[in-house]
């Protein structure tokens, strides 16, 4: 079945905040590069999702997620922060693609992209820029969907393992559909 994928107002995210917890959890706990650290403090994780929040009522960042059909079950989760500044409100930044360990190698991950590269249209956002951490599967994602390989940035967080690893850098020029908004 093909998963329900929606653009999420804070509200409705607010009221996910359960399985959006679950989700990060899982992300971490399976090694995910996604800004923390295992074991996830559920306050900390908490924390986070309230900044995410009060970021998309700000009009500064979409969510978007993708759902089971039938059962609703959130599987995977991609972001757009936008940028505010007056010079650069063609860019955005894709962050914390968040895919459950059940539903990964299924495509979704590229279903949630090219939902948020939609958006980003929509909105006038033709430049995206990523992160991701160095020799993930994840990089051979992005470069199947056209992102382009910036440059490499050493030691630019520390892995899982505890250990210095590298990110990767990417962007993508996309056609805008729309104008600025927001």
């Not at 990060?24 to 706990?29: E, G, I, K, N």
């Not at 860019?91 to 979704?108: D, F, I, M, P, W």
């Amino acid at each position: 079945m093909t998963p329900l994928i929606t653009s999420l107002s804070a509200a409705e995210a607010r009221a996910l905040l359960p399985q959006l917890h679950a989700l990060l959890h899982d992300a971490v706990d399976s090694g995910a590069a996604v800004g923390f650290l295992p074991p996830l403090a559920t306050a900390e994780a908490q924390d986070y999702w309230h900044s995410v929040f009060g970021a998309m009522e700000a009009g500064h960042r979409l969510l978007l997620i993708a759902r089971q059909p039938g059962t609703g079950a959130l599987l995977a989760t991609v972001q757009l922060d936008l940028a505010t500044r007056p010079n650069s409100l063609l860019r955005a930044e894709v962050s914390k693609l968040l895919v459950h360990r059940q539903a990964r190698r299924q495509g979704l991950a590229r279903q949630l992209l090219l939902a948020l590269e939609g958006h980003a249209r929509a909105l006038g956002r033709t430049t995206l820029v990523l992160d991701t951490r160095q020799g993930d599967i994840a990089e051979q994602l992005y470069q199947s969907l056209g992102y382009v390989f910036v440059g490499s940035i050493p030691a630019y967080f520390i892995n899982f393992d505890g250990q210095p690893h590298a990110t990767a850098v990417y962007y993508k020029l996309l056609v805008a559909t729309g104008g600025v908004s927001r």
